[in-house]
């Protein structure tokens, strides 16, 4: 069996892409592993209540009810402390991840598809295919099916294609 890593914020697009990955993972006989990686120290704008583990579980276990709703796909769910670019691959390592996926809310260009080496310092030079998701550049929801599904096939999931895109 596959792992497939999503880093993900909690913004409608982010859902989306976890929703979409998670019903490519009932094709592919995946396992999809929702991450959050947070700051303890930043509040959130609207309540301006602390963001700690408790209240980040409590959204990520929301979150995957909703997709297994949906998709019956079985999720994982972990939480850590610390940076998205500085925990991210030590996680994908630590689950024996096949394949990255991050959601940011940037203007970066929208799909990044090489594989990314780890950070200064790690021991592990496994090399993780990654897929970058920029909600900036993907506004729209039915452009994230048929990205995430080519990527994918590139990724070598599946022995035919999972997706036609009409």
């Keep these: ?5 999503v880093a993900i ?9 976890a929703l979409y990955t998670a019903e490519l993972c009932q094709l592919t006989n995946a396992r999809l592993i929702l991450f959050y990686a947070y700051n303890p ?20 276990d929301k979150l995957a009810r909703n997709i297994h709703q949906k998709t019956k796909a079985s999720v994982t769910r972990l939480v850590t402390p610390g940076a998205l670019q500085q925990v991210t691959f030590e996680v994908a390592g630590m689950v ?8 940011q809310n940037r203007t970066d260009p929208s799909v990044t598809m090489q594989p990314v080496t780890p950070f200064t310092g790690q ?24 990205i995430l599904a080519d990527f994918l096939n590139l990724s070598g999931f599946g022995n035919s294609p999972l997706l036609e895109v009409s």
Excluded: G, W
């Design 1 to 5: 069996m596959k792992n497939i890593l």
């Design 96 to 103: 024996k991840a096949d394949l990255i996926i991050i959601c």
């Design 9 to 17: 914020n909690f913004s409608d697009y982010a859902q989306q892409v």
């Design 41 to 60: 120290k930043l509040h959130t704008p609207e309540t301006e209540v602390l963001i700690d583990e408790p209240y980040v579980q409590h959204h990520l």
């Design 123 to 146: 021991t592990n030079l496994q090399l993780i295919p990654t897929l970058v998701m920029a909600e900036a550049n993907n506004p729209e929801p039915e452009t994230i099916r048929p």
